[in-house]
């Protein structure tokens, strides 16, 4: 079993930036990959960003390409996502996940049932 805690959240004019990080505890070596999700009232949950564990691959949507960028301390156990260029329709409850499951992670990052374990999530809101 992995725990998930998500922080750092909280309201940003847009133009500004936030940064988000997840600390993970527990079965940390199930922690292939490490995942951002997103998700905003009314709306589907969807991939932000991703890094794999080994390697540090990282892939992106391409909404957030450019001003978004994810990281790992794997010594800490935490994956951070720096958020810039922050606008109105980035806000939303984000959420880290990990373990993925199955497939092909290049092709798949962003499919939220291929993870196994989920944080509670944080706010993330954007005024303009």
């Known amino acids: 079993q992995v725990h998930l805690v998500e922080s750092g959240g909280g309201s940003v004019q847009a133009g500004g930036s936030l940064s988000v990080s997840c600390a993970a505890s527990?079965?940390?070596?199930?922690?292939?990959?490490m995942g951002w999700f997103r998700q905003a009232p009314g709306k589907e949950r969807e991939g932000v960003a991703a890094?794999?564990?080994?390697?540090?691959?990282?892939h992106y949507a391409d909404s957030v390409k450019g001003r978004f960028t994810i990281s790992q301390d794997k010594a800490k156990n935490t994956v951070y996502l720096h958020m810039n260029s922050l606008q109105p329709e980035d806000t939303a409850m984000y959420l880290c996940?990990?373990?993925?499951?199955?497939?092909?992670?290049?092709?798949?990052?962003?499919?939220?049932?291929?993870?196994?374990?989920w944080g509670q999530g944080t706010q993330v809101t954007v005024s303009s």
């Open positions: 996940a990990t373990k993925f499951l199955f497939g092909d992670f290049g092709g798949r990052w962003s499919d939220r049932y291929r993870y196994n374990y």
């Open positions: 890094i794999s564990t080994v390697g540090g691959i990282t």
């Open positions: 527990g079965a940390t070596n199930d922690m292939n990959v």
